[in-house]
């Protein structure tokens, strides 16, 4: 006769085992942690995933270090090797069919989440089961970086590692959202700068080497808060969301690997009410707006999460939805550098709308820019070379784009934003007080007639004709007289733009969430 299954010697072994992986184990460093104003690693998962859906990989895993310590300490002090992963349901409750993801997380009460030879195996194996899989990723990469004290796998270099690689391969093929709080260094930091967006907290610090690196390297002693500090990373377009703490993290984590995951029902009932589009442009031309306002109403309402938004802020990049449809939005932000396209800003909406083009979500340009940033200051940047990459991504665009003229569309800069030509989006629109033309008009005038203005000595009649030249100018250029000629589809009442936006994308086909075979790279 067997024995009852609660008395078999195995399953009780099996029993104490895995309460030794759990944080109950380890008051001490699940107190540490708290009192850092941190969350334990299996929290964040916990809270992260839907309940009971978590299938964790490798939870047996100890440090490398037999060497070193005392089997049993091991299994008490470095549980799972510092990092836990596997597959679970995300969002679950939107999207049954399309809940499955993979999450992945450095814990940093083990060994300050640096990368252990049993880590690394368990990733290398994580990341064939994605590319198996095909599964959207969420990766907490908080740590140190490389750990130099496992002893029971004898390296040299340890650069025949394969985690870096397999990790990047992952590119363009599943959707990967990288959460950073506090320290994350040199391995922890290329995974978190590998993915496709990273979430970051107030608190963090992000550098390709850390402060023993940087010492041993030479270049004196530095603060780990003072390596790669978010008033660095965030400007500087690092970092895609900062947000205040970890629970905040995984919130937003939740909704950006939404997007990805597809539509969400939506209920005419709830259309947000349009008419507020219609005084959100300044009559005065060269008055600066904030165009923010104008996506979050053509959007669904809480649905939009803006990007990378203190990095070259006069590109403005968002993800949102139109009647439960996820979509990609660019926007020119006249309050900074009248909204110009410099090199920064090209690169953020090449890169953005590449993202989008990768995994399928249609992409909604919103349009007020006199053009591509010009000057012997912005040509020291690349000018050239980064503004043509945004006309390469834009041209090589097959997921729906709908472009609107929102007040201003000059010369290339414009042509940039509707993927190199106003016939290229499957709908061009403008708001009626919108003007279109091939350059600046006043810079039109002034070089089309630059040797008659030379001619006329006094600078006040000179002025004086240009800006009579120019105010003509200005009226041939009304997008009605645009549209007469059918360089654009239509003029619109403001108001209908989310309506035509939304009958356009239903129109066209939909491929959300199933990435292209041209890889999606990042080449900046």
Not at 317 to 331: S, W, Y
């Amino acid at each position: 006769m067997s024995q009852p299954a609660e008395d078999r010697p195995d399953l009780t072994e099996l029993r104490l085992r895995r309460d030794l992986t759990r944080d109950e184990a380890r008051p001490e460093a699940v107190s540490r942690r708290h009192d850092a104003g941190g969350r334990t690693a299996r929290e964040n998962v916990s809270d992260l995933v839907d309940e009971g859906s978590f299938v964790e990989y490798g939870r047996f895993g100890i440090a490398a270090q037999r060497g070193r310590a005392e089997i049993e300490d091991l299994i008490a002090r470095t549980p799972a090797d510092g990092l836990i992963g596997g597959t679970a349901s995300i969002n679950g409750d939107l999207f049954s069919e399309r809940a499955r993801c993979a999450v992945i997380s450095y814990d940093y009460t083990v060994l300050a989440g640096t990368q252990g030879a049993i880590g690394h195996l368990k990733k290398d194996r994580l990341f064939e089961l994605i590319e198996r899989m095909k599964l959207p990723t969420v990766f907490f990469a908080e740590g140190g970086g490389g750990r130099p004290g496992d002893t029971d796998f004898p390296v040299v270099s340890a650069l025949h590692v394969r985690a870096f690689a397999l990790w990047a391969k992952l590119s363009g093929l599943v959707p990967r959202v990288a959460i950073v709080k506090g320290r994350c260094f040199a391995g922890n930091a290329v995974i978190a700068g590998c993915a496709d967006l990273i979430v970051a907290t107030e608190d963090s610090s992000l550098g390709m080497g850390g402060p023993a690196m940087i010492s041993g390297g030479g270049l004196g002693d530095v603060d780990a808060d003072e390596v790669g500090p978010v008033s660095v990373q965030e400007p500087n377009g690092v970092l895609d969301v900062v947000v205040s703490d970890e629970r905040e993290a995984v919130a937003v984590a939740k909704k950006l690997i939404g997007y990805f995951q597809g539509h969400v029902a939506w209920k005419d009932s709830e259309e947000p009410d349009q008419l507020p589009l219609r005084e959100m442009v300044p009559e005065r031309e060269r008055r600066a707006f904030d165009v923010r306002p104008v996506i979050e109403t053509l959007a669904d309402p809480g649905s939009v999460t803006f990007l990378r938004e203190k990095f070259a802020p006069e590109m403005v990049t968002a993800l949102a939805r139109i009647k439960g449809r996820p979509v990609g939005v660019i926007a020119n932000d006249s309050r900074h550098l009248a909204g110009t396209i410099a090199s920064d800003s090209a690169d953020k909406a090449a890169r953005f709308i590449q993202l989008c083009e990768t995994f399928g979500l249609p992409v909604i340009s919103l349009i007020d820019t006199p053009g591509f940033m010009v000057g012997p200051k912005h040509e020291e940047t690349a000018l050239v070379r980064h503004s043509s990459r945004l006309l390469v991504a834009g041209a090589a665009l097959t997921v729906p784009l709908v472009s609107v003229v929102l007040r201003r569309a000059y010369g290339l800069g414009a042509q940039a934003m509707v993927g190199g030509s106003l016939h290229e989006p499957l709908l061009t629109v403008a708001w009626p007080s919108a003007h279109l033309g091939p350059m600046g008009l006043e810079g039109a005038v002034r070089l089309a007639l630059r040797k008659d203005l030379e001619e006329i000595e006094d600078e006040k009649e000179r002025e004086a004709l240009v800006r009579k030249l120019t105010g003509k100018a200005e009226e041939n250029a009304r997008a009605l007289n645009a549209a007469q000629l059918f360089e654009i589809d239509d003029v619109i009442d403001p108001a209908d733009t989310r309506k035509l936006i939304a009958a356009t994308l239903e129109a066209s086909p939909s491929r959300v969430a199933e990435p292209r075979l041209n890889r999606f790279v990042d080449t900046w």
